[in-house]
């Protein structure tokens, strides 16, 4: 009877919504004449009989919608009596895990229908979870904002002397004495990148392999050689082909110190480009490799040679465990202004940090190159001469024609206070008496004369100063935390050490107290643009090779819901017990799989790939991983969610050559864009499986291409769902007669796969979209062939008026000449604003240097895109979404609404393809021109993690003003907020109040002369997405110098849909007749700022390398602005001041045991530290998150 009761006031419910959706539909259809434009009522009677009808037939189609809705609930009602004899069972509607949770029972043979409950009026959000962006930023006493150096620094260039981007240093030799002399570690280093003038495995065949069997030998014969590597991609491939003597030597040099891996990330990733998720999975990949195979935990980060440094990966790297980091390339003004102040080390704060949970020490090299010429000091001719792998004679020399000498008894004297002049003459930059020296440059060390050479007369050298007390210098080979170790022991007792506490303090720091350390400053912000000389800004590699940029974002989107997706197929084959339920899952295979993809995504994170700044050859290498990656995870994810669906585990059987479940889009290479296949439809009911890879329960269009224009779709409850056909366009006016686009809104649970049912159907198919054909300064009519499709040509007046499309949140008017963009409206206050959509072509410059695969040197400001002729211009208007395409030479623009209750509704969906294959020398922007009066301020994200705020200055030049956008930027007034979302990484500049551009292409005939040796000019027909987005702002003005900025949960919401689209997979029409059933493994939506980064399943470290019963539960809550409309979202969560029920997050799985761990697994998170405040595993697994806090979990789920 309970049950009963349950279902009929959920019946009654549903009801009540169903009448009032009805009511207001009526009433929309009422008003819509009174808030017709003027221009549009010009219009209306040419076509109101038209358009009466299409609303008379969408009604009639919510009425039966509606009552399939009361017959399917009555239905389910009946059955569960039936089913339950009347006993309670399952659950009502109630709140858990931070979202609204649907009842459900779970049976093992029979369940009801999913379906997701309304999403309310207003998104609830917890008022304690607004304080935390709307607090005042504060910048500590001995604190360094980027942005306030950006206001001291003038920019200029003046000649240094020796020292050509610096100043003369000046020293005094009694400045150094017995009890505090100099302490000099030279470190020893090789770097190796994977892939850039070489493929990775010819650099690799070539080069790497032999600097690493040269390693165990030469730091074997002497136990005061030192030498670090950072690149596990190379060292997991040495690994895997030496014996075991030659590993047990490794093992002994890591041991002894000789050794150190920093960092230990699979490359060292570019920190522009590179998202999030990819800097995060690439770190674990190789910190897991070193855990298993070397038992090392790396302390230091070394990142000598990405185009700018981010303050994500220095998060990153604390979350990790480590303590220490050191970066190069920074602009050199900066490190001329940072040197004087004696600021170039510094402990590395987060600017959303409150306190000094993100801080980590890091280390700014001060001079222009990580080689042996800019390290020892500030005069690289004579830092040539300690070189020795320039020993005349060689294969390379010094430029400066003053080669290196052998020492020897007779000149070690004067080599020695030579050399000894540059050491302190560096040490005079920094605030402690340790210098540290690199000693090292691109593939170093790969022969063994160059380890005699180089160490031999080193060690003489070292030799010489420590023999000589009066000279006060303590010399010797280190390794990098060597280096900071020392510095740590001088910074022991200083203020920021006291303040830390033991509790807070990195691991191996010195105790505090004490008093007299040396104080090093705080510093927050990041170090993009990058300009090495003169006005020589490193912006252009931020949009360059843009097709793989966005092939690198698909490979990560696919490789989370393939993680995702395995992982919870294991979980429930445990859950089952195995046996007869598990047999035939391929779940050794599934993991070598996702391993591989792991690999080459992190791969592809190295700066000179996702970058776009290698040689052709090795870009083809690169996206050939890359697109088998992709083809592997479908393979993975088809054979997950094969097992999941089917109502009867028993029935699971793989046959690789015999797919059950197919996924709809194919790529025919690597270097093509996706194409969707076609279905083949027919009377009997083809299903369809819907995949959700996000956490967030969601209602969006899935859309997929079948054989035939009468098509009926129908839930897995057999509720006839809205849809809509729209033609493939095989050329702008010729659609196809043999494909056709089936689109329709599919309700999916988080992490959930939907069944849907599609059958061909005359008479209840889905409902064909309008097409509307303009171009202006035509002579004859446009030839359209559509058939099956309703086609007008406006002519007169009706072709000269705006054109609009609009949903229930935005109404957009675009042009009739050009059909780009020109007004937004919000709905339903009405406020209307200036959204104008132009591109722009930048050239380069007459000078010597011009615009590369790095730089971006450009010709003066952008000119407009001219017309040879008018563009064809398509207006789609449908049920599910409607669209306006401009057809140009060189891109086709499209600008779409989506039709319904989704968060993808609130924005426009704007997409570009592109083609500048014929051109020399030019790149295509889009530029967005609004009434948003953002003055010389703008905000762009870093790694997608969190935003920077940007400032455009006229000292500088336009190039410098430009700024990686690896996923949104924004513009934003008192009264109003307009943000780009970006499925790929591009660069993004606000060069005017009010403006916002992207540039989406480059195609550049000559090098840049930075070691590349070529041009861009392999460019694809290149895809680019992205949500625009205009919110309303309310509340209190954020300070205009504020470090600190959030974007909205609508826009988190929206990003995160662009990012992970809804998956479909068709099952074979030829599988036979299997029960299927849909999945909700969540209980309900996790909390709106709770982002599940990863569920990531952990090697088994036995035999055979499989997959473990652990998993990485990676969280991220994300920080968000609450000075934005929460009303009408159609989000289905809640925020709960960080808390996450573990208990009650999953429908049937449970948590057999919960850790908190680092970010990588290398450490058991210190629950005292302030940047890991994480409960230990109890009973009741609750856990809390901190703002932006990314944390770690090592989980068991069964």
Same mark, same amino acid.
């Given at each position: ?5 349950q ?21 929309h ?14 219009l ?36 569960l ?36 409950? +309304?999403? #309310? ?23 360094v ?6 206001? &001291? ?31 000099v ?11 850039w &003038? ?41 690994w ?13 040099? /890591? ?49 000598? *040679? ?20 050191? =970066?190069q ?10 040197a ?6 510094f ?32 005069d ?16 390379i ?6 080669p ?33 020296? +690199? ?20 060690q ?21 935390s ?14 920021h ?12 720091? #010195? ?11 705080? &510093? ?25 940029k966005?092939l690198d ?24 017990g ?31 790939a ?5 040689k ?9 991983r ?6 592997? &995870?479908? !393979? ?5 969610a ?26 025919p ?6 194409r969707?296949?076609v ?13 959700n ?8 269009a899935?859309?997929v ?8 779709? $129908? ?21 196809s ?9 599919? !309700? ?17 198919g ?18 359209v ?8 040509? +406006? ?7 705006p ?22 409206q ?44 008018p563009?064809l211009i ?22 779409? /609404? ?15 393809? $592109?083609?500048?294959?014929?051109e020399v020398?030019k ?16 905000f ?63 195609r550049?005939n ?27 702002r ?17 826009s988190?919401?929206?990003?995160l849909?662009l990012?992970?689209p809804?998956?479909t ?33 952990? !090697? ?13 539960? =990676? ?27 573990? *208990?009650?997050?999953?429908s ?7 850790s ?7 450490h058991?998170?210190?629950p ?9 595993a ?11 806090? $990314?944390?770690?979990?090592? $989980?068991?789920?069964?």
């Amino acid at each position: 009877m309970k049950l009963s009761r349950q279902f009929s006031v959920f019946a009654v419910a549903i009801f009540c919504v169903v009448v009032f959706s009805l009511y207001l539909m009526l009433d929309h259809l009422q008003l819509d004449n009174t808030k017709t434009s003027a221009s549009e009522s010009r219009l209306f009677h040419t076509g109101q009989l038209s358009l009466l009808q299409d609303k008379i037939d969408r009604l009639e189609h919510l009425l039966a919608e509606n009552n399939h809705i009361i017959s399917n609930i009555r239905d389910s009602v009946v059955n569960l009596k039936k089913e339950h004899g009347g006993h309670p069972g399952g659950g009502g509607v109630g709140v858990g895990g931070g979202g609204l949770e649907v009842g459900r029972v779970l049976q093992n043979n029979s369940h009801p229908p999913l379906i997701l409950p +309304p999403a #309310p009026t207003v998104l609830p959000v917890d008022a304690e979870d607004c304080k935390f962006a709307a607090r005042d930023a504060q910048k500590p006493s001995d604190g360094v904002q980027v942005m306030d150096v950006y206001d &001291l620094l003038s920019f200029d260039n003046p000649d240094g002397g020796v020292w050509k981007q610096g100043f003369d240093i000046s020293y005094r030799e009694d400045e150094w004495d017995e009890r505090r002399p100099l302490e000099v570690y030279v470190v020893p280093h090789s770097h190796n990148d994977p892939g850039w &003038l070489k493929t990775f495995d010819d650099y690799y065949r070539d080069q790497t392999q032999h600097i690493l069997n040269n390693m165990v030998v030469k730091l074997s014969e002497d136990s005061r050689r030192k030498m670090i590597w950072s690149e596990i991609s190379y060292f997991s491939k040495w690994w895997s082909g030496i014996d075991d003597q030659k590993r047990d030597a490794v093992k002994s040099l /890591l041991r002894s110190g000789q050794l150190e891996m920093a960092t230990g990330g699979w490359v060292m990733p570019d920190e522009a480009n590179s998202h999030y998720y990819a800097l995060i999975d690439q770190l674990i990949e190789g910190h897991q490799w070193l855990e298993t195979h070397l038992g090392v935990k790396p302390t230091t980060g070394w990142a000598v *040679d990405p185009f700018g440094h981010s303050p994500s990966m220095a998060y990153f790297l604390k979350k990790a465990g480590l303590s220490n980091m050191l =970066i190069q390339r920074v602009h050199y003004s900066i490190k001329k202004h940072f040197a004087a102040q004696k600021t170039l080390e510094f402990y590395w704060r987060q600017n959303w940090d409150p306190s000094s949970g993100t801080d980590i020490l890091c280390h700014m090299m001060p001079f222009y190159s990580y080689d042996v010429p800019h390290t020892c000091g500030p005069d690289p001719k004579i830092c040539c001469q300690f070189d020795f792998k320039r020993l005349p004679g060689g294969r390379i020399s010094c430029p400066w024609r003053i080669p290196p000498q052998p020492i020897t008894e007779a000149n070690v004297q004067e080599r020695v206070h030579l050399l000894l002049d540059q050491y302190r003459k560096k040490s005079k930059l920094f605030r402690s008496t340790v210098v540290m020296a +690199p000693l090292g440059d691109d593939f170093r060390y790969s022969e063994s004369t160059e380890w005699d050479q180089q160490f031999n007369n080193y060690q003489k050298l070292f030799d010489y100063m420590n023999s000589h007390p009066e000279l006060h210098v303590k010399a010797q080979f280190g390794t990098i935390s060597d280096y900071f170790a020392a510095l740590r022991r001088q910074a022991a007792g200083s203020s920021h050490q006291a303040a830390a506490g033991s509790s807070s303090r990195p691991a191996g720091s #010195p105790s505090a107290g004490g008093g007299g350390g040396i104080e090093l400053p705080v &510093l927050s912000g990041d170090f993009f643009t990058y300009a090495d000389r003169d006005d020589h800004y490193w912006s252009g590699y931020f949009t360059s090779r843009p097709f793989y940029k966005r092939l690198d974002r698909m490979l990560e989107a696919h490789l989370r819901a393939a993680e995702i997706l395995y992982s919870l197929t294991l979980a429930h084959i445990r859950h089952l017990g195995g046996g007869n339920h598990g047999d035939g899952y391929p779940a050794a295979d599934g993991y070598r799989l996702l391993t591989e993809a792991r690999r080459n995504l992190g791969l592809f994170q190295h700066h000179d790939a996702v970058t776009g700044t290698a040689k052709d050859w090795v870009v083809i290498d690169y996206g050939t991983r890359l697109f088998h990656s992709i083809l592997n &995870l479908k !393979q993975v994810m088809v054979n997950s969610a094969h097992w999941l669906i089917l109502k009867d585990k028993r029935q699971y059987s793989h046959d690789s050559s015999k797919a059950f479940l197919h996924m709809d889009e194919a790529q025919p290479s690597q270097d093509a864009l996706p194409r969707k296949t076609v279905l083949k439809i027919g009377a009997k009911q083809r299903s369809l499986v819907v995949y959700n890879p996000t956490e967030q329960d969601r209602s969006s269009a899935a859309t997929v291409y079948v054989d035939t224009p009468h098509v009926r779709v $129908v839930s897995e409850a057999g509720q006839s769902i809205p849809s809509q056909m729209s033609a493939v366009w095989e050329t702008p006016t010729q659609a196809s007669e043999e494909a056709f686009q089936l689109s329709f809104v599919a !309700q999916v649970p988080a992490f959930g796969l939907s069944v849907y049912y599609l059958s061909e159907s005359l008479v209840d198919g889905a409902h064909k979209a309008n097409y509307t054909f303009l171009q202006q300064d035509r002579s004859e009519q446009l030839s359209v062939t559509a058939k099956h499709f309703t086609v007008s040509r +406006p002519a007169g007046l009706e072709a000269a008026a705006p054109l609009s499309i609009k949903n229930a949140h935005v109404h957009i008017w675009s042009s009739a000449s050009t059909g780009l963009m020109e007004k937004y409206q919000l709905l339903p206050d009405g406020s209307e604003h200036e959204v104008k959509v132009h591109f722009f072509w930048y050239g380069t410059t007459s000078n010597r240097d011009k615009s590369g695969a790095y730089l971006f040197m450009p010709d003066g400001e952008a000119k407009p895109y001219s017309l040879s002729q008018p563009p064809l211009i398509r207006v789609t208007r449908g049920r599910v979404f409607s669209e306006i395409t401009s057809c140009f030479q060189h891109f086709t623009h499209m600008a779409r /609404l989506y039709h319904g209750t989704g968060v993808e509704a609130h924005g426009v969906e704007l997409s570009n393809l $592109v083609d500048i294959r014929g051109e020399v020398n030019k790149e295509l922007a889009m530029r967005i021109n609004t009434d948003v009066e953002s003055k010389d301020r703008f905000f762009t994200d870093l790694n997608g993690f969190q935003i920077q705020p940007r400032r455009t200055t006229s000292k500088l030049p336009l190039q410098a003003n430009f700024y990686p956008m690896t996923s949104m930027a924004y513009l934003q007034d008192p009264a109003t907020r307009l943000t780009l979302l970006s499925a790929q990484s591009l660069g993004a500049a606000s060069l005017k109040s009010g403006q916002l551009e992207v540039i989406l292409d480059r195609r550049l005939n000559q090098d840049d002369n930075r070691g590349l040796g070529q041009g861009v000019t392999d460019n694809k027909l290149t895809a680019s997405t992205f949500r625009l987005l205009l919110e309303r702002r309310e509340g209190k003005e954020e300070d205009a110098a504020s470090p600190v900025s959030y974007p909205s949960i609508v826009s988190h919401m929206s990003l995160l849909f662009l990012n992970h689209p809804l998956l479909t997979m068709a099952v074979s029409p030829d599988s036979g007749s299997v029960a299927l059933r849909s999945t909700r493994p969540l209980a309900s939506s996790m909390p709106c700022d709770i982002h599940l980064l990863n569920l990531r399943s952990i !090697q088994n470290k036995g035999e055979g390398g499989g997959p473990s019963d652990e998993s990485a539960l =990676i969280l991220h809550r994300k920080g968000f602005d609450c000075r934005f409309a929460h009303t009408h979202t159609g989000l289905l969560c809640t925020t709960t001041q960080g808390k996450l029920d573990l *208990d009650k997050l999953f429908s049937d799985l449970r948590f057999q045991s919960v850790s908190p761990v680092t970010l990588t697994l290398m450490h058991d998170a210190d629950p005292e530290s302030e940047s890991n405040q994480q409960p230990p595993a109890t009973n009741h697994k609750e856990l809390c998150l901190n703002p932006m806090e $990314v944390n770690t979990f090592r $989980v068991q789920l069964q």
